[in-house]
């Protein structure tokens, strides 16, 4: 099945710098790239996603670049700010394969912390 | 309102009791998701389901039952529970696999 691996587990930002978390995947065959963002306490609320047919997409101060060729998405969040504090995820769907049903597969989680 | 309710939202129980936590979503979903919440393993699929009577199971599915007999029902069921059963739970629906998922608030398990 799908491998989805996230880089870095942790990291931390002055307030106003950019955070980029990467992801890599597996299966070339994967077609939607979501990112989750947890806060402390809360559960996982979708924050952005691209499908393979775009390179890129952006919202307000964050953005997603997909790389189909290297099999890797990454999140990028520009002027960060303490709110933006919280766990984030990736995650990769990869289609149904006969033995076993489409699918979502999560990476490991990012711990962003935005220093004041 | 659109959304995910789990129940229990807190349980502390004991080895060997049985129990279903229940998950229900009033968005018409096809696709509904069970995963458990580790420190530092992130979001572990249990089972997930793309229907009625149609589930699968995720990458840590021993220990574990799920039934789909409703399109809005998806409970997770713990047939013998266990210590290492103790975690964070959350379910999930969304239209397909590959569209967004909605997460319930999640039900913390803690069995001794």
């Known amino acids: 099945g799908e491998n989805v691996e996230q880089h870095p587990s942790t990291l931390s930002v002055q307030e106003g710098d950019s955070a980029v978390i990467k992801c890599t995947y597996s299966?070339?065959?994967?077609?939607?790239f979501p990112w989750y963002k947890q806060e402390l306490g809360k559960r996982p609320q979708l924050i952005i996603d691209i499908r393979s047919n775009v390179g890129e997409k952006k919202d307000q101060r964050i953005a997603v670049t997909l790389n189909k060729t290297a099999k890797h998405f990454s999140l990028h969040i520009t002027e960060t700010q303490p709110e933006d504090s919280a766990v984030y995820f990736c995650a990769a769907s990869s289609p149904d394969r006969g033995s076993t049903l489409g699918r979502l597969y999560f990476g490991r989680g990012t711990q962003l912390t935005v220093w004041p | 309102e659109a959304q995910v309710t789990q129940n229990p939202r807190y349980l502390i129980t004991v080895t060997g009791k049985k129990l279903t936590v229940t998950c229900s979503q009033n968005?018409?979903?096809?696709?509904m998701s069970w995963y458990r919440q580790d420190p530092g393993l992130g979001l572990r699929q249990i089972y997930y389901s793309m229907n009625v009577e149609v589930t699968d199971k995720g990458d840590v599915p021993e220990g574990y039952k799920v039934s789909r007999k409703e399109k809005r029902n998806f409970p997770l069921i713990l047939e013998s529970p266990s210590p290492n059963q103790t975690s964070l739970y959350f379910c999930?629906?969304?239209?397909?696999?590959?569209?967004?998922?909605?997460f319930g608030d999640g039900t913390r398990l803690s069995i001794l």
């Open positions: 968005m018409n979903h096809e696709y």
């Open positions: 999930a629906s969304s239209l397909s696999f590959n569209q967004p998922q909605h």
């Open positions: 299966d070339s065959a994967s077609n939607y």
